[in-house]
């Protein structure tokens, strides 16, 4: 049973790949620059953060994500980042780094409307493990003819507006290069392009009352293949330091977040509660992410319970 496990993991994770190919995230609202390059810079500080999603818990060879990006500005219109993750998902595993530049044009004289325009290049290590690997024949060429472990570059862009810290909408694509490369070394090579990705990401914050908000956020994400993803995230918040909300992701999931900011400091958490059929052989998904903001402006981001009035003695 646990090799027939191993053997349906392996062939769900190969077309969630294919269909898939950039790593999934359920709190992509937190960090927009993973998923358009124009909104590198957008931020009134440096976010530094680190994230890991573990998706389809105890499903064999399911997909494991770690990543650790930051961005920030360099001049007072230009802003520069990047991010190095590590996917893995059964025997195989993405690992890379993307480097990203925006200019960001002022709209208004006010500057509280502004366009991000980002540019993006990566470069992606596929490797797979052969000794993860069973197969009905002995020594079977395709595998022991091993793996090219070769890297392959590629290339993004990005529109991003936002309207201070309350409305943002971009439309971005990914893949652009879509170099095929022969990842297998065996003569019967098998092509296997990097197909382009296109985002659309919206989002509005309401405000409910002097304490609490409302923040509505999609992203829409069409593959060249043919396969076509829509989440939807609402999320309350008390005093900008907590929040609590959820999200649905089409034919996919439910997932149910919570997180808080305590000064530099913003953490989050979900899970996911699969929908697909895959949810007879798993306990869901969890993702985690830690986030350190730096450079902020002074009293920025400072926690409600920091922000209590001082009496002093008057002077005589």
Do not use: C
């Not at 994500?65 to 990047?82: N, P």
């Not at 450079?295 to 005589?316: C, D, Q, V």
Request: glycine share 12%; aromatic share 14%; hydrophobic share 40%.
């Amino acid at each position: 049973m646990k090799k027939f496990l191993i053997i349906v993991a392996i062939a769900s994770v190969s077309n969630f790949v294919s269909a898939q190919q950039i790593s999934l995230n359920s709190q992509y609202l937190f960090n927009e620059m993973l998923v358009n390059p124009g909104a590198t810079g957008s931020k009134e500080y440096v976010p530094i953060q680190v994230a890991f999603r573990k998706q389809w818990a105890g499903f064999a060879g399911a997909p494991v994500t770690q990543s650790l990006s930051a961005h920030g500005k360099v001049a007072k219109k230009m802003g520069f980042g990047g991010s190095l993750f590590n996917d893995v998902a059964g025997p195989s595993r993405r690992t890379g780094v993307n480097l990203n530049g925006a200019y960001h044009l002022q709209l208004d004289k006010s500057n509280n409307h502004r366009l991000g325009m980002g540019v993006g290049v990566s470069m992606a290590q596929h490797i797979i493990d052969v000794n993860r690997l069973t197969t009905y024949l002995p020594d079977d060429p395709a595998v022991t003819a091993g793996y090219n472990n070769q890297i392959v570059p590629d290339a993004n862009v990005g529109l991003y507006y936002y309207f201070k810290d309350k409305g943002y909408a971009g439309l971005s694509a990914y893949n652009l290069v879509e170099l095929k490369r022969d990842l297998y070394d065996y003569e019967n090579s098998v092509g296997n392009p990097l197909v382009r990705t296109y985002y659309f990401l919206g989002g509005y914050n309401f405000t409910l009352s002097k304490n609490f908000g409302f923040k509505l956020s999609t992203l829409v994400q069409g593959i060249e293949t043919g396969t076509i993803q829509i989440d939807g995230t609402g999320l309350f918040t008390f005093k900008d330091f907590l929040w609590l909300g959820a999200s649905y992701r089409n034919g996919d999931a439910v997932a149910f977040m919570i997180g808080g900011q305590a000064g530099p400091f913003k953490l989050g958490y979900s899970y996911d509660y699969t929908l697909s059929d895959i949810a007879d052989y798993s306990y869901g998904s969890h993702e985690v992410f830690l986030e350190l903001q730096i450079f902020k402006s002074k009293g920025e981001g400072r926690t409600p319970w920091l922000k209590r009035n001082r009496i002093y003695a008057p002077k005589i």
